[in-house]
């Protein structure tokens, strides 16, 4: 069992930046793929970034591209997202989580343990 914990959400405006934290227990944090997904209200949830088990491969979504960056950190069981150039529509709940599999992956599907989220919320 994988335990997952967001941290780093909050309120900023357009235009700011934003760092997000994930810590992950609960096994060999070098043996997963981590990934990180978005939820704004009355929408489906969305890929925005994953990053590959040796953080070499990484993968975002077009609407992030170039804005958001995604790393991790083995040695500190911990993968980050920081954030850019914020928009008013990235405001959402930001989920952390984490597979199992070789291979990054886009699909919420894939991915075996999900963090609680964090709230962000960018302002106009």
């Known amino acids: 069992q994988v335990q997952l914990v967001e941290s780093g959400g909050g309120l900023v405006q357009a235009g700011g930046s934003l760092r997000l934290s994930c810590a992950a227990s609960g096994r060999t944090f070098s043996s997963l793929v981590m990934g990180w997904f978005r939820q704004a209200p009355g929408k489906e949830r969305e890929f925005v970034a994953t990053?590959?088990?040796?953080?070499?491969?990484?993968y975002y979504a077009d609407s992030v591209k170039g804005r958001f960056t995604i790393s991790r950190d083995n040695a500190k069981n911990t993968v980050y997202l920081q954030m850019n150039s914020l928009k008013p529509e990235d405001t959402a709940v930001y989920y952390c989580?984490?597979?199992?599999?070789?291979?990054?992956?886009?699909?919420?599907?894939?991915?075996?343990?999900w963090g609680q989220g964090t709230q962000v919320t960018v302002s106009s």
């Open positions: 989580a984490a597979e199992t599999t070789i291979s990054v992956a886009t699909t919420a599907g894939r991915y075996d343990y």
């Open positions: 990053i590959s088990r040796s953080g070499v491969s990484t």
